[in-house]
């Protein structure tokens, strides 16, 4: 079978609680950022995206804060279920035509 | 709708064999996208059309790896003399149009090479 994400970090959260997923991001020059959401076999998902003239974004349970002092991005899951457990990937764009991925979080959801 | 897909979804080569993988696009989207995916670790950009227009190659890993969009939608990617390190999952992805717009991702093709 698969043995995906060996070497990713992880988090893992019992179902109705609220998760937190922090990405730390290098390029200052970053005007964009996406969180992707990857289930086992499939192929990225967009959840929520941010521009760099933003602090806090917030969609559908989801919120997105930047910090863009520390260069820091998180996620944020509110009351978490099953069918979130899945791997999450922050992504920066320069302003060009590249999402360039940060290594990802492994989030399990515990019943 | 019908979102981008991509075929086959699993292929198996030895080494040294030549691969072409396929990308269908949303329709009507503009820009497209090739990223490789090695094992637990995040997409990584490889190259990057707009219409026919190839405007980045600056990911492909070397002159072994080819991409084309000859009519502006269907792509292929082709790894000629496939090695062991080409094994990944390759993505594709489109957007409406230029880089800021959501990039919509098929579900990749798995390449191992034995």
């Known amino acids: 079978g698969e043995s995906v994400g060996l070497h990713l970090p992880t988090l893992s959260v019992q179902e109705g609680d609220n998760s937190i997923i922090n990405c730390a991001y290098s390029n200052s020059a970053s005007d964009y950022f996406i969180w992707y959401k990857q289930e086992s076999g499939k192929g990225p998902q967009f959840i929520i995206d941010i521009r760099s003239n933003m602090d806090k974004r917030q969609g559908q349970r989801v919120t997105v804060l930047l910090n863009k002092t520390v260069k820091h991005l998180s996620l944020q899951i509110a009351a978490t279920q099953p069918g979130d457990s899945a791997v999450y990937f922050c992504a920066e764009n320069f302003g060009n035509e590249k999402l360039t991925f940060g290594t990802g979080t492994r989030l399990t959801i515990i019943p | 709708g019908a979102g981008v897909s991509q075929s086959p979804r699993y292929k198996v080569a030895k080494r040294g064999q030549d691969v072409a993988l396929r990308c269908d696009p949303i329709s009507g989207h503009v820009s497209l996208f090739w990223y490789q995916q090695a094992l637990g670790q995040g997409p990584e950009f490889l190259t990057y059309?707009?219409?026919?227009?190839?405007?980045?190659k600056s990911g492909l890993p070397s002159d072994r790896f080819f991409a084309e969009r000859p009519e502006g939608s269907v792509s292929t990617l082709k790894i000629q003399r496939t090695q062991q390190e080409d094994s990944a999952v390759y993505l594709c992805?489109?957007?409406?149009?230029?880089?800021?717009?959501?990039?919509?991702f098929g579900p990749g093709t798995r390449l191992t090479v034995t």
């Open positions: 059309f707009q219409n026919e227009a190839q405007l980045d």
């Open positions: 992805a489109s957007s409406v149009a230029g880089p800021s717009y959501e990039q919509y």
